[in-house]
């Protein structure tokens, strides 16, 4: 017999992760250990510190010519994260 108030494993964790603030942290790990997939071996091998931050995204990259194909790239990085890992999670690349 099945409740009303029942709901799948998947939402009661989604919801437990959201109220305990730690949807963010998780959704960082994921973007860290997915990218070499998403943006390939290159990008990854000059990338050196990522993190997250109030939906900005904090990378570091050791190389001045790819640092400004990055930036010229923005807006298409961004896309590629929130469509991977999650909507909305990232608004804005600080690159240094």
Known sequence: MKRS???SM???????LREARLS?????RRLISKWEKLF??????YSRKITVRNRTLYL???SAPLR??????????IDRINSEIAEGMIQEIVLR
């Open 60 to 62: 570091t990259v050791e």
């Open 10 to 16: 998947k939402s009661a964790l989604d919801e437990w």
């Open 68 to 77: 400004q194909e990055m930036l010229f790239n923005k807006q298409v990085m």
């Open 40 to 45: 390939g071996k290159t990008i990854a091998k």
């Open 5 to 7: 108030n029942d709901q």
């Open 24 to 28: 963010e942290k998780l959704n960082e």
